[in-house]
């Protein structure tokens, strides 16, 4: 979370599942495209709704046939109805993540789709970015119906990740940092592969929330590996290449072993997280 504003607030982050449709079509190469939200019906002696802010999906397209298609997912604060936008530290922060994942992907069949949320909050039980991550999984469900997914977030990013893996093509999820608690609903990751990075230092979202929301889920995700960076915040600004590094890696390999793509992780990647690996601090 980025809590310029002060200390993150306790949440229901369970991951409600009602996110409406927030509209249609995809974006091209580089191109963006704003969802439509719900409209609602007035009743009498109502004022009429406010325009709601709109999601916005950057895509960078595969070289040829799509065959896997990455969601990237941002960060924000627990309470804001403020728009994000691309100026915002939290959805900048992820673009060196997805132009490293396309470097490695693109010529495989790997797309990488970014989301910029609607509004800045997480916002208790309405669950923003849960339901505009719900619209962008539907965007892309539409265009390729038949490819998995892989999720990749920061701080509420990684909440929105780990709640919204049950959609039936996601298959692998990476959670850098993530807000997750207690409440976070373990079953969403039931049979995904997962791999959870934190910092030890971080004092924004808590390693030992996260070390215990990986050991829940364990039984019955696919896999589950947990990475400690010793002496690491929460905003990924030191040990920057190993945080990319074992974020592009773990998604090369499952969308590797999911396609048959002829691509494998770096060197670098398997020497830092052994596949045999549950819990390593680096």
Known sequence: MDHRDGEEPVMDNRGAQGAGSRG?????????????PDSGAVRAGQAPLLPA???VLSVLEASGSTRG???????????????????HLSPARM???????????????????????????????????????????????ERHPDVPVFLLGHSMGGLTAVCA???????????LAPWLGPETPV???????????????????????????????????????????KGVGHF????VRVWQTLATGFVIKSFAESTGAGVQPSR????????SSVHITL
Do not use: C
């Open 53 to 55: 802010h709109r999601p």
């Open 187 to 229: 079953e969403r990751v039931n049979g995904r592969k997962v791999l959870i990075i934190h910092g030890t230092t971080d004092h924004m979202t808590s390693p030992s929330q996260s070390l215990a929301f990986a050991r829940r889920a364990s039984a019955d995700a696919a896999s589950m590996q947990y990475v400690s960076l």
């Open 24 to 36: 249609t079509g995809t974006s091209g190469a580089g191109t963006g495209t704003n969802g439509t």
């Open 95 to 141: 673009i060196p993540f997805a132009r490293h994942l396309h470097r490695a992907g693109r010529k495989h069949g790997l797309a990488v789709w970014s989301l910029r949320n609607s509004v800045r909050g997480w916002n208790g039980p309405d669950m923003s970015p849960l339901q505009d991550a719900r619209w962008a999984l539907q965007q892309i469900a």
């Open 69 to 87: 298609v990455v969601l990237v997912l941002h960060g924000g604060k627990a309470h804001s109805r403020e728009p994000v936008e691309a100026r």
């Open 268 to 275: 670098a990647f398997t020497d830092l997280l052994p596949e």
């Open 236 to 239: 990924m600004l030191r040990k």
């Open 165 to 175: 893996a049950d959609h039936p093509q996601v298959e692998a999820v990476v959670a």
